[in-house]
């Protein structure tokens, strides 16, 4: 990938003067000559030459700011021209960020704060912005999206789902639209034409896997065109002008990453597959999964199979082989061979144990709907590969959908790795630093916040036992409402939200349900969750890109209080929960529970030891904080085994491609199951 090597002009002279205190509340001040000793740390963070710019910025925004909007327009097209005449856009970068400080003023009433301007040139800068929940991404997100629109290239910005995509570009368009720029949005189901126009537009939102998917086609598409013997300008020749027989993506220029750290780290471990047209065999396959979703409940662990807890996989043992050939078949699976029903029973045990309704996926409409567990929400048109799909179908008795072969391919590393320029932006990036910079060349830049942050972390709460552990959350609940405070409940599946919403409704206490369940209603229910006495249990669709604004009086009696009842597998989706409160600095609160019998601790520390705690934990009716350490050390055993999985895909992605190319093939086609 060419990366963007910009040199931001660093101030001539290093400030001494010392700076006033930042009084608490407002916004902070970055002046040159004004920065004292803070100078000297925003110099070691490598800030300084970030800072040195906005004199500049604010110069042009004095020359600006009392023009029409005509003129402002016109001198936008203006930047737009000399960008496309070769002038370097670090050039013009004081002039553009101007304009769009002045645009965000006059269309939303939103001036960029000077923390968002730095924020902006990092993106630019070809790096990762680390900026606080609540400091403003959305608005931040528009100062390098305009800059590198100027050349007319196309810009993606990408989100972590439809949703968010949605509702950004339509946030920001009125900024856009006064500059001259146009906006597009993909979503899942759109048709040909109307993504071809949205990727026609100057900046496009999207999610990353729309992104992924409409590459593959096209590139599917254009092999498609070539194979007619008629070249790329197939269509022209044969005399055929359907819009749909033409490729909807421009070149890959320049990508912003919203919520970097999810869409290329937390999605990066499943490959982007479209499938192939199905065979003959498709019914012996249907026939095959529901078969042994019958059958896998005559199987024992440790008897007829083995199953590697850190792997999560499942082997049966000779035992278990010879069962399989005892078990009664249908007369349609005579032809298929032995090996064959083995991997069969061995997917049905592994769905069984490890996919769980609720968790990883939802029924909607007699259709196995996979929930994505780092947001909370659907991820629509996603299945599982390798038969877990339709394993996961045949348990829970819905149609049996075909298991396909593999028409294209590409992975987030690869998809992200073929854009000219990269920037992203998330809340949550220091713990992943080295991978960011690892795989995708990327630094992580920490901006300070607008305003001095006021959140309180209180104290872990550790129990022996998951009754005990959600007694005092109801109790803490109960205390806190009493007060007015309103309360933001994290849960990590949809089957727990809905079970400590019986416990709350038993124990009298008015509240709302947010997971996937009523997608629809989410914009309702996060509007209400910040007023006075309101209780709001969510799953994670309440962290990433959700922004709870505070009622009236609220902000007196201490702010939202975040209860998160259990960790993560990843300390970056505690963390955006915990981001909920305590905005552009507002006061909040936040307390995490947690119990001996949590997953954290099986995944992390395996079934041995988790069993001794359990057991351990039964008959214990203190708290116990001394256990908190032990969750941290399981939660990073995890993270460390989600990375070295994704080390894996992407040496064995490198090695297939280059196996590809060798033998002429197209690496993202000609993709082996």
């Known amino acids: 990938m060419e990366t963007n090597q910009t040199t931001l002009d660093p101030p001539e002279t290093e400030p001494t003067e010392k700076p006033d205190p930042p009084k608490r509340g407002e916004p902070r001040k970055f002046r040159a000559n004004s920065l004292g000793s803070f100078y000297s740390q925003l110099t070691k963070q490598g800030l300084a030459r970030f800072v040195g710019q906005l004199p500049l910025i604010d110069k042009f925004e004095a020359e600006l700011k009392d023009r029409s909007d005509r003129e402002i327009r016109k001198y936008s097209l203006g930047l737009r021209h000399r960008a496309k005449s070769g002038e370097p856009l670090y050039k013009l970068l004081p002039e553009a960020f101007a304009l769009v400080r002045i645009a965000g003023a ?202 590697d807890h850190d792997k999560k996989s499942v082997e049966l043992t000779v035992t278990g082989r010879l069962l399989v050939r005892q078990v009664p078949k249908p007369k349609l699976l005579d032809t298929v061979g032995l090996v064959d029903l083995y991997d069969y029973i061995e997917r049905a045990i592994k769905v069984k144990r490890d996919f769980h309704s609720g968790q990883h996926y939802v029924i909607r409409d007699g259709e196995i709907v996979i929930v994505d567990e780092s947001t909370g929400r659907i991820a629509e048109g996603r299945k599982w590969s390798y038969g877990i799909h339709q394993a996961i179908e045949a348990k829970e008795g819905v149609e049996v959908t075909v298991a396909t072969g593999q028409a294209a391919r590409i992975t987030v590393q690869d998809l992200f790795l073929r854009y000219r320029h990269l920037g992203g932006m998330t809340g949550t990036a220091s713990s992943s630093k080295g991978e960011f910079k690892k795989i995708y060349k990327l630094n992580v830049i920490k901006c300070p916040t607008n305003r001095i942050p006021q959140r309180k972390l209180w104290s872990d709460r550790v129990f022996g036992n998951a009754e005990a552990k959600w007694s005092a959350i109801v109790e803490e609940i109960r205390e806190i409402n009493a007060s007015g405070r309103p309360i933001l409940v994290g849960t990590r599946t949809i089957e727990k939200s809905e079970e400590l919403s019986k416990r709350l409704t038993e124990a009298g206490i008015e509240h709302e349900v947010l997971n996937a369940h009523q997608v629809a209603l989410e914009a309702e229910i996060v509007s209400r969750a910040g007023q006075p006495g309101k209780v709001t249990v969510a799953t994670n669709m309440a962290g990433r890109g959700t922004d709870i604004k505070l009622g009236e009086g609220v902000h007196d009696l201490g702010g939202l209080h975040v209860i998160c009842t259990e960790l993560h597998d990843s300390a970056r989706i505690d963390r955006q929960l915990v981001g909920r409160c305590g905005r552009q600095g507002d006061p909040g609160s936040t307390r995490q529970f947690m119990a001996l019998d949590d997953d954290c601790l099986l995944i992390g520390l395996g079934p041995k030891r988790y069993k001794k705690l359990v057991a351990f934990g039964e008959n214990q009716s203190a708290e116990l904080p001394a256990y908190a350490k032990l969750f941290r050390q399981a939660q990073r055993r995890i993270e460390n085994k989600h990375f070295g999985d994704r080390k894996v895909l992407l040496y064995h992605e490198k090695q297939r491609k280059k196996m590809h190319r060798e033998m002429g093939q197209d690496p993202y086609l000609d993709s082996p199951d």
């Open 106 to 307: 006059r269309t939303m009433n939103m001036r960029h704060y000077e923390v968002q301007l730095i924020g902006g040139m990092i993106m630019f800068d070809g790096a990762i912005a680390e900026m606080e929940t609540g400091e403003g991404k959305t608005l931040t997100a528009t100062l390098p999206t305009y800059l590198y629109a100027l050349p007319g290239k196309g810009v993606h910005v990408a989100t972590v789902n439809d949703y968010l995509a949605a509702r950004d570009a339509e946030l920001m368009m009125p900024v856009y639209k006064m500059l001259g720029m146009t906006v597009g949005v993909i979503e899942s189901q759109m048709s040909s034409d109307d993504r071809r126009k949205a990727y026609s537009c100057d900046i496009t939102y999207g999610t990353s896997k729309e992104f992924g998917f409409d590459f593959l086609r096209d590139r599917l598409l254009i092999r498609q065109t070539r194979e007619q013997g008629l070249g790329v300008l197939g269509p022209l020749l044969a005399g055929k002008k359907e819009k749909n027989e033409e490729p909807v993506q421009r070149e890959h220029f320049f990508a912003l990453v919203d919520e970097a750290d999810s869409v290329l780290i937390d999605d990066a471990r499943t490959p982007l597959v479209i499938s192939a047209i199905p065979g003959e065999a498709e019914k012996v396959a249907v026939a095959c999964h529901q078969w042994a979703a019958n059958a896998e409940r005559e199987f024992e662990e440790d008897n007829h199979y083995e199953y």
